[in-house]
């Protein structure tokens, strides 16, 4: 049983809060990027691959074919994690204007607009958890097991990335649940031909002479959201 102090906070306060808070979400995003390889191959399991010409959209199509998100050490000392923000995603989109209008591949935004989304629930029950901004100097203080959380800070010298709002979770590979991911993308165009391009086939009717399904029906396993209803593109 925890010791620490929880300040009080009613029900329908917490409800209101909710309401009226525009930065303040459920969800958590990890958006894809463009590969800096041509191709993208993606491993069914038991020898089946499949070979894409690389992409962004490439790289989500593979998070959905193999079912998850692999780890990576590059910016958490060492130790395999996957990223995701708590911004939220209407907020999240304007970032994604400043594609259109970057002049040079280092004015453009570190994300495309192609992605995942989870609860903060599901996650922090996996082990994810907001990263801690803190000062360079206080990284060697940092417990080792918490180092993969820590995110430099200081504003004094332009060092500032707490607009990414970052969560990690330290995992080498993050098996997705479809029931609990939203999967991001740019137009309504795309969102229907992915829901339909990874929907299983379900017999709906038989052929009383062959005892083949004589109809089908498509049932979706991915929910997906276009962000063009959040004016992106416009």
């Known amino acids: 049983m925890s010791q620490h102090k929880i300040p009080e906070l009613?029900?329908?306060?917490?409800?209101?809060?909710?309401?009226?808070?525009?930065?303040?979400?459920?969800l958590l995003f990890h958006f894809t990027r463009a590969p800096s390889e041509p191709f993208i191959e993606v491993?069914?399991?038991?020898?089946?691959?499949?070979t894409m010409r690389g992409s962004t959209g490439a790289v989500l199509r593979k998070i959905l074919y193999e079912g998850g998100l692999k780890g990576t050490s590059?910016?958490?000392?060492?130790?395999?994690?996957?990223?995701?923000?708590?911004?939220?995603?209407?907020?999240?989109?304007?970032?994604?204007?400043?594609?259109?209008?970057?002049?040079?591949?280092?004015?453009?935004?570190r994300y495309e607009p192609y992605?995942?989304?989870?609860?903060?629930?599901?996650l922090f029950v996996k082990g994810g958890r907001p990263?801690?901004?803190?000062?360079?100097?206080?990284?060697?203080?940092?417990?080792?097991?918490?180092?993969?959380?820590?995110?430099?800070?200081?504003?004094?010298?332009?060092?500032d990335f707490t607009w990414e709002r970052e969560w990690r979770i330290k995992i080498d590979y993050l098996r997705l649940d479809p029931r609990e991911t939203l999967v991001v993308v740019p137009t309504s165009e795309q969102a229907f031909d992915l829901v339909y391009e990874f929907a299983d086939l379900e017999p709906d009717d038989w052929d009383e002479e062959t005892g083949l399904p004589s109809q089908v029906y498509h049932k979706p396993k991915w929910l997906a959201v276009s962000l063009d209803i959040f004016g992106f593109g416009r």
């Open 43 to 50: 491993n069914f399991g038991q020898g089946r691959k499949m």
């Open 74 to 109: 590059r910016w958490s000392y060492g130790q395999n994690c996957v990223c995701f923000t708590e911004a939220p995603i209407q907020e999240f989109n304007s970032i994604f204007s400043l594609i259109e209008i970057a002049a040079s591949e280092r004015e453009r935004p």
């Open 10 to 26: 009613s029900e329908e306060l917490f409800k209101r809060i909710r309401l009226v808070r525009r930065d303040f979400g459920n």
């Open 115 to 122: 992605g995942i989304g989870v609860s903060k629930a599901w």
């Open 131 to 159: 990263v801690i901004y803190e000062h360079p100097d206080t990284l060697p203080s940092f417990p080792e097991k918490e180092k993969y959380r820590f995110v430099p800070y200081d504003p004094a010298k332009r060092i």
